[in-house]
């Protein structure tokens, strides 16, 4: 008797799940990976749709924890310390929470990342609290979205939108005692034949970060010696040069550059613009 029980639970069971029905999400998950500096960064979020509804001060009230997203609560993972907003966040995976308002908003990276929505959430667990300003925006956003925008060396503008509203929060990862490890090793201090390659990334790296410019242009030209071929060498040495005030070293090598791109098998557009503007501002 038993047994005939059990194979009826089974049976019903397996009747419930096939008569579920398979429908898409109105708020369906979005998970984009994202390289930030040195970081590889993970947001994973409900996208809800606005579907004519005015969403905050109403549909999303002003003032009350808010899941900043739909469904489960929005998560951020980081494998290394980044720092938000001039707040220092260690690696790990974080839930994203939020109090909206008019004109600012208090965000929340909040240590508890497994709960749905805001159910069980409580201050205690928080690890940061911290307000952006609002910023408005014309154009109405149907559709919320979370991204990384405006990518520096040194990090770049985690952003959130949704109807006319225009989150922004810097991300900076501080890279720069990693990047000159590396170049130490493989420049400074290495005993092994240098590439083209390390050159040319350790160059451009001092370069962006507008530090020791001399050893940069030194680095650039080791770079280009070794390949000739690749102009996009020639190119940030031309930039570099025009930076350091050597204009006639900076004409060549725009120049030079600005041909190899054209001969180019790729017909290099990118850099033959480049070059094109540079020497239009040497002139």
Not at 231 to 253: D, H, R, S, V
């Amino acid at each position: 008797m038993r047994i005939h029980f059990i194979l009826l639970l089974i049976i019903l069971s397996s009747i419930s799940l096939t008569a579920q029905i398979e429908k898409p999400s109105l708020s369906p998950t979005k998970i984009s990976k994202q390289k930030v500096g040195l970081a590889n960064v993970t947001l994973k979020f409900g996208q809800p749709n606005k579907q004519g509804r005015k969403i905050f001060g109403s549909l999303i009230p002003y003032n009350k924890v808010w899941r900043t997203g739909a469904n489960a609560s929005t998560k951020i993972t980081t494998d290394k310390e980044i720092v938000i907003a001039n707040h220092i966040i260690p690696a790990g995976t974080y839930a994203l929470y939020s109090i909206p308002n008019k004109k600012k908003w208090t965000i929340i990276i909040h240590k508890k990342n497994n709960l749905w929505g805001s159910a069980g959430y409580t201050k205690k667990n928080d690890f940061i609290r911290f307000t952006i300003p609002v910023k408005k925006i014309k154009d109405t956003k149907e559709t919320l979205n979370i991204s990384f925008e405006n990518f520096t060396i040194d990090g770049a503008d985690l952003i959130l939108t949704w109807e006319n509203t225009k989150i922004v929060m810097p991300v900076i990862v501080n890279s720069d005692v990693i990047i000159q490890e590396q170049i130490n090793t493989k420049i400074i201090n290495s005993k092994e034949v240098v590439t083209a390659q390390t050159y040319f990334d350790a160059a451009q790296y001092y370069y962006l970060k507008n530090k020791e410019l001399n050893t940069a242009f030194k680095w650039f030209n080791k770079a280009e010696n070794l390949r000739p071929t690749a102009f996009w060498y020639t190119y940030y040495k031309a930039e570099l040069a025009q930076k350091l005030g050597k204009k006639n070293i900076a004409k060549q090598g725009a120049t030079k550059c600005l041909k190899a791109a054209k001969n180019s098998k790729s017909s290099d557009y990118g850099y033959i613009s480049k070059c094109s503007l540079l020497l239009k501002s040497l002139d």
